[in-house]
């Protein structure tokens, strides 16, 4: 009631206990802040950011102060997202943010590639948003470093002045062939590509043949076995063949390099016929070494 003086006589104090509420902020604080996953927070209403966590200082190198209070559009973290408008129209609606890859401006105006996600919350009756991030630059350099190690395995394999060949460690199917092997065996790639040995006759010894995938599953490798090859046109190049398994997107395949020896053989073998005939007339022979 109040007098004349429209004075109230009695005030009326309504207190409402708010100790779990700022308990529950008080440990989100704390797991957000001790979280390693990289972490900002966006305000829905005026898209700034009012949280930020130690692992994305760290992540991006820039300062806390320098991220507080700025808007997405001074620092962009959806810059170059794989589904961008997507990401903004959720944003705008509040709704989750699916994980997709995206780049996060650095201070010293560079990008980081990241994986980034949106998650709405609650923080002290506003409407937020929590975005979470994926480094995505190890995973980026490991791919970089494979492609280019890829890239220098394929020229020299190609350039090699030695006959080589890669099989499919299963069923020993033919993937890809070098210059020098399809110079000695007289095959194109689309010959021989998709085939077995087997199947393009390529050894003269089938025991032998066998006997080197045999010896390829059983131990993965084989040095100096000595095979001849039978080109297209029916020529036999005799070979020095090793080879060794190795694993090329993920699947596992055979390394095969061949030596030709077939000159050396020939010389070889005209030795032996030139020493086996002198052999054969022995009184001529013993004559000779007396002289």
């Known amino acids: ?162 006959p080589a060949a890669i099989y499919k460690l299963g069923g020993f199917k033919l993937l890809e062939v070098n210059e020098a092997f399809k110079t000695m065996a007289g095959f194109s790639e689309e010959e021989i590509v998709g085939r077995s040995a087997a199947e393009l006759d390529l050894w003269s010894d089938k025991t032998a043949q066998r006997q080197f995938e045999q010896t390829i599953e059983k131990t993965g490798s084989v040095r100096d076995l000595d095979l001849r090859l039978r080109a297209k046109d029916g020529a036999l190049v005799d070979c020095l063949v090793s080879a060794d398994t190795v694993t090329i997107h993920d699947e596992r395949c055979v390394l095969c390099v061949m030596q030709d020896i077939t000159d050396r053989k020939r010389s070889q073998d005209e030795l032996v016929a030139a020493i086996e005939a002198v052999m054969a007339d022995t009184s001529w022979f013993s004559r000779s070494v007396v002289e």
Do not use: W
Request: charged share 35%; with cysteine.
């Open 1 to 162: 009631s109040t007098d004349d003086s429209s004075e109230p006589d009695y005030l009326v104090l309504i207190i409402k206990d708010e100790t779990e509420r700022f308990e529950a902020e008080d440990r989100f604080e704390s797991a957000f802040n001790a979280n390693p996953a990289p972490a900002i927070i966006c305000r829905l209403s005026d898209r700034r950011y009012v949280r930020v966590n130690q692992g994305f200082l760290e992540m991006t190198g820039h300062a806390r102060q320098d991220l507080i209070g700025r808007s997405i559009r001074d620092l962009d973290i959806l810059s170059e997202a794989e589904k961008r408008e997507l990401a903004l129209e959720r944003l705008k609606e509040g709704k989750t943010i699916p994980q997709m890859e995206a780049c996060v401006p650095l201070p010293d105006g560079s990008l980081k590639f990241v994986i980034v996600a949106g998650e709405p919350i609650e923080i002290a009756d506003e409407n937020c948003m929590l975005f979470t991030f994926a480094d995505l630059d190890p995973r980026k350099k490991a791919e970089t470093a494979l492609r280019e190690s890829e890239e220098r395995f394929s020229k020299s394999f190609r350039l090699s002045p030695v």
